[in-house]
């Protein structure tokens, strides 16, 4: 098949306001190609990303739905000359061109125009339940079109009540660019979008009760919060920036433990794989898809969500935990070769 892949439209692709999704997509063509299909992207202007056709498509971006209360329908907004519009445009455009179109953006009007395409739309949802308008819309077309909604866990399916069987396609990575750090060079590390609903707060109030710095990679996505946290937390800080690639992987494998402490209820968590891949434990809040992700005791510890203290106090027993062992749970459940089989189970239902 040849497949059509619509990123969101919130930030271009390999940016820091991406986050993980890049990482999403990259696995997922690599995945296709295993399965022998070609696949091509359309993206907002600026996005970074080899080995697939990028389709750069100018115009505002849209706010992200990660910071909207689930609750406030007249929150969400499409800016005039907006991305978001002019993706799925071009979309309609090349449709004919393609056996599938493949949504990765959890926004209402995606979901909305997949009644108007002769060729499938197929989605994949990677938030929970974060906008009403956005979910309804997502439940109607789960009814209406069978088999076509995708989520990354089990805990996301459940927070997208009312989705009619959803297919759970966890994400699965290439182990093989994920090296392996036997020895962690600094303590603990966290990794993701600074922004309110990533609980950065947390791990600093975890770093601080220990007496540790934390080792900080990631875009800032909200310059407010960031400006209180430094204020607050001056002496716990040391950020690294963006990083992207090999930069990003080395820091992820230098970490004693990595940190998930998570406000909201994150529905995968690809920066914890991410992090075990490269070896490094992971010490996480029980909420979201944190329990199915890691195996407590074995590639981490899970916390009772936001009791930080609590969290502090497994950073004691990180060293029990097996950095090999760590590794060797994302080759045997995360597998590019297992996401590959679900992967082709799901396009068998779409097209």
Known sequence: MHVLILAPPAAPLGSGGAGGITT???QTVKALRLLGHRAAAIAPAGSIMENVLLIEIEGALQPSLAGLPRAAPEMYSIPSSGALGAMWRKAF???S???????FAQDWLPYYLTDFFKTPVAHIANMGAVNEATVSEMVRVSHDFPGRVAVLSKAQAEDLQGLQAPFLLSIGF?????????????GLIWAGRISPEKGLEDALKIAARIGES?????AVDDEAYWRALKQEYSEQIDYRGFLR???FLAFLGSGRALLQTQVWREAFGIVTIEALACGTPVIAYDRGAN???LADGVTGYLALADAWHLAAEKVAHIDCISRLD???HVEERFSLLSYAGRLKSWLELCV
């Open 245 to 247: 690639g090999k930069p």
């Open 24 to 26: 999403h997509i990259e």
């Open 93 to 95: 455009e090349l449709q």
């Open 214 to 218: 934390l080792g900080i990679a990631g």
């Open 174 to 186: 290439d182990s093989a660019v994920y090296p392996f750090c036997s020895q962690p060079s600094r």
């Open 326 to 328: 760590c590794r060797a």
């Open 291 to 293: 329990r199915e992700v």
């Open 97 to 103: 061109g393609y056996d599938l179109i493949l949504n």
